[in-house]
């Protein structure tokens, strides 16, 4: 008998022990509440990876998403290894930034984001040899075309164009060939002959163009078609949208302040990448490709960039016949409550004006 009062006390005491630790982590906990974290992507080695490279290292993610007390983290993406989409659908990935066209048959098949923002236009180029009798993407029936992956936005913005120039690129009339290769081979993929035509971002592109010799056929960010539309677009995941709308706002103004930085303030943002090991280069080159493109951000017409390739996309049949486009674009770009339609960066200033309408 006393042996078993002496265990039921010990017990007694043990759960009255947890119970009031458990009501002290409690309240600790009640009392200062973690911070939401919002992780978002980043890569390194692309100039065009530079308004999250700015919104990272100058501190504008950490600026906004601590006044409404939050903070970020940041994922890197490896070339070779999980892709974008992939480290999304795992749960990895909140918040980022990337080629928008890319994951176009991704969210179609279930891939949970919707963009948010337009953040930067012309990064992809098309070159062929010196030599070759190819002049402009109406010559490109019948030929093979290198690109970083087959459903990388070179190819869907390809695909778009060769549309319009008449040329079968839809299962049941394909006309084209597209080959993949890691982005450092293509050059000397289409040096070698064994494509006709590369499709390439920058920085590689140019730097291909200038070691070889290559002639530019294309080039998104002054072509009629694609100048006004964004090839990198901000993005967020549905279960940031449901659980955490105030940091999917929270982010995506960081990257358009940082965007409307890049186009103001390229030659810095181009230091500040090769000082943080972000992206190789020499500091002339870099900062001359950077002034190249456009960084002015702008919600509007990334909506409509999405809008016209979903549509086109999907009369190619890369996109299922299936779809309900309406429903498909609406969900897959939306409008934030409180973040603009963009910003512009004055450098005389160092203020930003909120662009809407």
Request: hydrophobic residues 40%.
């Amino acid at each position: 008998m006393k042996s078993k009062i002496i265990i039921l006390t010990a017990g007694m005491i043990l759960a009255a022990a947890l119970t009031s630790c458990s009501k002290k982590t409690e309240g600790a906990t009640n009392g200062k509440q973690a911070p939401k974290v919002v992780r978002i992507n980043f890569q390194t080695g692309s100039l065009c990876g530079a308004p999250v490279h700015v919104a990272w290292k100058m501190g504008f993610f950490d600026e906004e998403l601590e006044k409404i007390g939050q903070k970020a983290e940041y994922v890197q993406v490896v070339e070779g290894g999980a892709t974008l989409g992939e480290m999304i659908a795992s749960g990895k990935v909140d918040a980022g930034y990337g080629l928008y066209a890319t994951q176009l048959q991704a969210m179609e098949n279930g891939l949970p984001i919707s963009f948010t923002s337009g953040i930067h236009i012309g990064c992809t180029k098309y070159y062929v040899r010196a030599d070759s009798d190819i002049y402009s993407a109406a010559d490109l029936r019948g030929k093979k075309i290198g690109v970083p992956g087959l459903a990388d936005s070179s190819v869907m913005n390809l695909k778009r164009k060769l549309m319009d120039e008449g040329i079968g690129v839809t299962a049941e009339n394909n006309e084209v060939e597209f080959l993949a290769y890691a982005s450092s081979d293509l050059a000397i993929a289409l040096n070698n002959g064994a494509v006709d035509v590369i499709g390439a971002h920058d920085p590689i592109a140019t730097k291909g163009e200038l070691a070889y010799n290559f002639r530019k056929i294309l080039d998104t960010g002054i072509d009629e078609k694609f100048v006004k539309e964004y090839c990198c677009q901000q993005f967020v995941t549905h279960k940031l949208l449901r659980e955490n709308p105030e940091g999917a706002a929270a982010v995506t103004r960081a990257l358009q302040k940082a965007s409307a930085f890049v186009e103001a303030e390229p030659r810095i943002v181009a230091q500040l990448q090769i000082e943080n090991d972000l992206v190789a280069g020499e500091l002339d080159f870099n900062a001359a490709l950077l002034d190249e493109l456009n960084y002015r951000p702008s919600r509007s017409l990334g909506k409509k960039t999405f809008d016209s390739a979903a549509r086109q996309l999907q009369t190619a049949g890369i996109l299922k016949s299936s779809t309900d486009i309406e429903k498909f674009i609406e969900q897959g770009y939306i409008e934030l409550p409180g973040v603009p339609d963009g910003y512009i960066y004055d450098k005389e200033t160092k203020t930003y004006t909120e662009i809407n309408g």
